[in-house]
């Protein structure tokens, strides 16, 4: 069974902090890694990881991949209030059948001004 | 684009009770995902489409779920009966064919009392 496990589970940090989010996974078939960011309505995408070691930056956002060890990491530079959301991992894993999504339980993170 | 629609927002019903619930995915995406998400168990897919065609359907929980897709633009997921564990958001996505990206509805809410 596909596994993907998010940590740390919920996070309260000032404005101006740096938080790094981690994701671990156990799939079969790995296709991509994807980040999502979920405030109070549907999940909106931030990045999709295919390969190893390259850096997937947006703002002071920034993700990366790990495929031998089977993680990845999120980071926010100088955080902001509007930051504050839960940040969900998910892999695409799958065959020739079809691919599909499975999501950790993500990380709820709150910025405090 | 309109994006994902998604119908009802907010569903409040008795136990017992036939709850449908309806998507309308983007134009041109080949694929269509439903999925639950509650507290305790995260972010869950429950069945996946792909050219209105259902592909993998073990993530519903039993059989008083069931989904269709009778046409390219139209989904729904239907509960019946209701129970109150069944209480949770339910979101519909759809991406393109292989492609890793989703595009979520605004979900629907759910009570079941």
């Known amino acids: 069974e596909d596994k993907v496990v998010q940590s740390p589970l919920s996070l309260v940090v000032h404005e101006g902090d740096t938080v790094t989010l981690n994701c671990s996974y156990e799939v079969t078939n790995f296709r991509s890694l994807l980040w999502y960011k979920q405030e109070k309505k549907a999940p909106t995408f931030l990045f999709m990881l295919t390969s190893s070691g390259i850096e997937k930056k947006s703002g002071r956002l920034s993700s990366i991949l790990d495929k031998k060890e089977l993680f990845s990491i999120l980071n926010i530079t100088a955080t902001q209030t509007g930051d504050s959301a839960i940040y969900l991992c998910a892999v695409e894993a799958g065959n020739n059948a079809g691919n599909m999504l499975t999501f950790g339980g993500g990380t709820r993170l709150m910025v405090k001004p | 684009d309109a994006g994902v629609i998604q119908s009802p927002r907010h569903e409040v019903t008795e136990m017992g009770q036939e709850v449908t619930l309806r998507c309308k995915p983007i134009s041109g995406h080949n694929s269509l995902f439903w999925y639950r998400q509650t507290m305790m168990r995260g972010l869950e897919l429950l069945i996946y489409?792909?050219?209105?065609?259902?592909?993998?359907d073990s993530g519903m929980p039993e059989d008083r779920f069931s989904a269709k897709m009778p046409n390219a633009s139209f989904s729904t997921l239907k509960i019946q009966p209701s129970e109150p564990r069944d209480s949770a958001v339910y979101f519909c996505?759809?991406?393109?064919?292989?492609?890793?990206?989703?595009?979520f509805g605004e979900g629907s809410r759910l009570t079941v009392l």
């Open positions: 996505a759809s991406s393109k064919s292989w492609g890793g990206e989703l595009f």
């Open positions: 489409f792909n050219n209105n065609v259902p592909i993998d």
